[in-house]
């Protein structure tokens, strides 16, 4: 794992001194509300419905035991004893005082955490595959390029006042599991004909009120030019992206505007340009940065043993667990293990202090000390040794961290909504606790198969309905809230935006809807081997719209 | 339609009401009603100095509606706000360190329950959020947290109280 050396140390520590300077001179009235806003933005503190907020980064999603015990600690001695992970790889806590927010800068900072650049008009956290380092299907770990981004980014003079906020993903397996083409900058790992191992650059992608996919400008780009592409792209949207609108600001307005050949163009000529400049990576740093995430030297392992093989037999939940939420290593032994945070009827993302913690001991115990995040609000133990598995999976089971429902329908994204978000429109969290509900862990769910539901409370989309399977939108229509159905949304590497399917549903309509649609899919498909995406794209909106609406 | 004021508390960020007596309070039944909009816009005005005083961020007018219940938020944002989220989101654990006692074993599915039938608002009065009263939890500061803020910002407090008894 990466650790921080002593710039980075004093640099943070420098950052939470001057905000403990800020929020004290704030609180005496020094300073006043607008002068105070872009501060506290730039420390991760928002204003929500009923209290501040603080979100926190979580760099490539990568967690230690000590970094993810901090956070339960945080989560009990400043907040309300639990915490919820993003759609972004960041957590957020949704009751600290501002008081208090200095202190748990300063907590964080003891474990290498801080809150920077997790609000306002910057690069913000660089995400990456969750299963980075660990996946079989893997060209390279991502996570090395997405620290080198992360240093370089961070604070950067010229970037940190941006037409508008800007995100990088970056994939190291042919599996898109970073939702790269859904972000201003996606770098897909790749190997070229040559042997060499570098990225495909995507660019111009995002939800929010315009949902739009990113347009591969370059097929290969050498490693050692990360930063100097990076940064000619920079250049060009913040001189050319638009300021004099909030909501055409975000690089994809630039190039829906002028075509990704002319971004394209522009965005060589710069990289041309400034080609021997000093942001060309030499081979030396880059491997100083990838001793950091060098995989950990696993014990060797049997591949099964009797013990294993007998459990899966005789013990249906167990066999479920290991099918639906192990997914392979690279070291044939060993297996990658998703932590559902979507326990049937509960609130997606969100995990108690204790949980953190039953994790935190899990992951010392039997993955190497390391935890990870994704973007679909789970958390992940990636490096546990097959023959480990019975004992893993009673231990959360005990703490009732064992829904064994990786990528089935009760595996929603949803953002906090109304319930807790002051720009949301509609609730979000309720929505997904019905509807898991109604599906359940059950025979179903899995008769169902894969299917993403995402929902978001306002149109925003940080619940990611534009790419979900189903994807969901709250409104507000006429003082009540309103949901609206897309179909067909993709995150990964087939990545598609949703179609409308029609007027929306009441708050009391949306889950009989949601079974519906799925219903639907039961009647249409091919067989249980066409998931729900596959079969829309065979039969199209048509069937869907005919079930909701009837020939209304 | 009658009107309140409400805010974020400036040093926690927690929702509060202007009240009677010229103070701020969490709770929405201790808010002062406004009967008219120039009443609300007036009492606004004052609200505002509160947020150059620091003791508030953000004051804005909020519709209210009395009944035999009490008062109530008219839009479901502030109904939110008034009650805090719909959901069951605190851990059962922090609840019983809170000295809250477990809940019932059933208690989050009634809470589930009761938002399932929450309506349209705007519609007729509802019984909205009604079995959301565990959310009231997170009002009351406790002695200790009190102290901790206290220990943090020196004089604050006193200079709230001071500001309230103004």
């Known amino acids: 794992m990466y650790r921080y050396d002593e710039f980075d140390k004093s640099f943070v520590a420098e950052r939470v001194a001057q905000f403990r300077d800020q929020v004290a001179r704030r609180l005496s009235g020094e300073l006043d509300e607008e002068q105070f806003r872009p501060l506290r933005l730039m420390n991760g503190v928002y204003l929500q419905l009923h209290a501040y907020m603080l979100r926190i980064a979580i760099p490539y999603g990568t967690l230690s035991s000590r970094q993810l015990r901090k956070l339960a600690f945080i989560a009990r001695r400043y907040d309300k004893g639990y915490g919820h992970f993003t759609t972004r790889q960041n957590i957020q806590f949704n009751w600290p005082a501002l008081a208090d927010c200095p202190d748990i800068l300063n907590e964080l900072a003891e474990v290498e955490m801080h809150a920077i650049q997790t609000s306002g008009?910057?690069?913000?956290?660089?995400?990456?595959?969750?299963?980075?380092?660990?996946?079989?299907?893997?060209?390279?770990?991502?996570?090395?390029?997405?620290?080198?981004?992360?240093?370089?980014?961070?604070?950067?003079?010229?970037?940190?006042?941006?037409?508008?906020?800007?995100?990088?993903?970056?994939?190291?397996?042919?599996?898109?599991?970073?939702?790269?083409?859904?972000?201003?900058?996606?770098?897909?790992?790749?190997?070229?004909?040559?042997?060499?191992?570098?990225?495909?650059?995507?660019?111009?992608?995002?939800?929010?009120?315009?949902?739009?996919?990113?347009?591969?400008i370059r097929d290969f780009l050498p490693k050692a030019d990360l930063l100097a592409y990076t940064n000619a792209i920079m250049r060009i949207y913040n001189l050319e992206g638009r300021r004099d609108n909030k909501f055409k600001a975000r690089i994809k307005i630039l190039l829906h505007e002028k075509g990704a050949d002319a971004i394209r163009a522009e965005v060589e000529s710069e990289f041309a340009d400034q080609r021997d400049e000093a942001l060309t990576l030499p081979q030396e740093e880059i491997d100083r940065i990838r001793v950091y995430f060098a995989p950990p030297a696993l014990p060797a392992r049997a591949a099964s043993s009797i013990a294993l093989a007998r459990r899966k037999d005789s013990d249906p939940a167990f066999a479920r667990f290991v099918s639906q939420n192990v997914v392979a290593h690279k070291t044939?032994?060993?297996?990658?293990?998703?932590?559902?945070?979507?326990?049937?009827?509960?609130?997606?993302?969100?995990?108690?202090?204790?949980?953190?913690?039953?994790?935190?001991?899990?992951?010392?115990?039997?993955?190497?000390?390391?935890?990870?995040?994704?973007?679909?609000?789970?958390?992940?133990?990636?490096?546990?040794?097959?023959?480990?598995?019975?004992?893993?999976?009673?231990?959360?089971?005990?703490?009732?961290?064992?829904?064994?429902?990786?990528?089935?329908?009760?595996?929603?994204?949803?953002?906090?909504?109304?319930?807790?978000?002051?720009?949301?429109?509609?609730?979000?969290?309720?929505?997904?606790?019905?509807?898991?509900?109604?599906?359940?862990?059950?025979?179903?769910?899995?008769?169902?198969?894969?299917?993403?539901?995402?929902?978001?409370?306002?149109?925003?989309?940080?619940?990611?309905?534009?790419?979900?399977?189903?994807?969901?939108?709250?409104?507000?229509?006429?003082?009540?809230?309103?949901?609206?159905?897309?179909?067909?949304?993709?995150?990964?590497?087939?990545?598609?935006?949703?179609?409308?399917?029609?007027?929306?549903?009441?708050?009391?309509?949306?889950?009989?809807?949601?079974?519906?649609?799925?219903?639907?899919?039961?009647?249409?498909?091919?067989?249980?081997?066409?998931?729900?995406?596959?079969?829309?794209?065979?039969?199209?909106?048509?069937?869907?719209?005919?079930?909701?609406?009837?020939?209304? | 339609m009658a009107k309140v004021i409400s805010a974020n508390r400036l040093a926690d960020g927690i929702v509060v009401y202007a009240g009677r007596d010229g103070s701020w309070s969490e709770q929405l039944s201790q808010a002062k009603i406004f009967p008219s909009k120039a009443e609300a816009e007036a009492g606004l005005l004052v609200a505002q100095n509160d947020a150059k005083r620091n003791l508030v961020v953000e004051p804005v007018v909020v519709e209210v509606t009395e009944d035999a219940s009490g008062l109530r938020a008219v839009t479901l944002r502030e109904s939110i706000r008034a009650r805090g989220p719909t959901i069951d989101f605190l851990p059962r654990t922090w609840a019983f360190a809170r000295g809250e006692g477990p809940p019932p074993a059933n208690s989050a599915k009634q809470g589930r329950k009761a938002v399932l039938r929450i309506p349209r608002l705007g519609g007729a009065p509802s019984v909205i959020l009604e079995s959301m009263n565990f959310m009231r939890s997170h009002d009351e500061t406790t002695h200790q947290e009190q102290k901790r803020f206290d220990l943090k910002c020196p004089g604050y407090r006193t200079r709230v109280v001071a500001a309230e008894s103004s």
């Open chain 1, 121 to 216: 008009n910057c690069i913000r956290n660089v995400t990456a595959d969750q299963f980075a380092g660990a996946a079989a299907d893997e060209i390279e770990d991502p996570r090395p390029y997405a620290e080198i981004l992360r240093q370089w980014s961070s604070l950067h003079p010229e970037y940190s006042f941006l037409p508008r906020k800007f995100k990088i993903a970056v994939n190291g397996a042919a599996k898109d599991r970073a939702a790269i083409r859904v972000h201003d900058i996606g770098y897909q790992i790749v190997k070229n004909a040559e042997g060499e191992v570098g990225f495909a650059v995507y660019v111009g992608g995002g939800q929010g009120r315009t949902p739009l996919i990113a347009h591969k």
């Open chain 1, 332 to 552: 044939p032994s060993y297996g990658i293990v998703t932590i559902s945070l979507k326990p049937i009827g509960g609130i997606p993302g969100d995990a108690s202090a204790e949980s953190m913690e039953k994790v935190a001991d899990l992951a010392e115990r039997f993955s190497q000390d390391e935890v990870r995040v994704s973007h679909e609000q789970n958390l992940v133990l990636p490096h546990v040794a097959l023959t480990d598995l019975p004992e893993v999976f009673d231990r959360l089971a005990s703490q009732g961290l064992a829904t064994a429902n990786t990528g089935l329908v009760t595996d929603i994204i949803a953002c906090p909504g109304l319930d807790y978000c002051g720009l949301a429109t509609a609730r979000s969290i309720p929505i997904a606790q019905r509807i898991s509900e109604r599906f359940g862990e059950g025979a179903r769910a899995q008769e169902i198969g894969e299917l993403k539901i995402n929902i978001s409370g306002c149109i925003n989309a940080c619940g990611h309905h534009h790419v979900g399977h189903i994807g969901i939108l709250g409104l507000e229509k006429a003082g009540s809230e309103a949901y609206q159905i897309t179909l067909g949304g993709s995150a990964d590497e087939t990545c598609s935006v949703g179609a409308i399917t029609g007027r929306s549903f009441s708050s009391d309509e949306i889950v009989d809807a949601i079974e519906t649609v799925v219903g639907t899919y039961l009647k249409f498909r091919v067989g249980s081997a066409e998931d729900f995406l596959a079969a829309y794209r065979r039969i199209g909106m048509a069937p869907f719209k005919e079930a909701l609406y009837g020939r209304e």
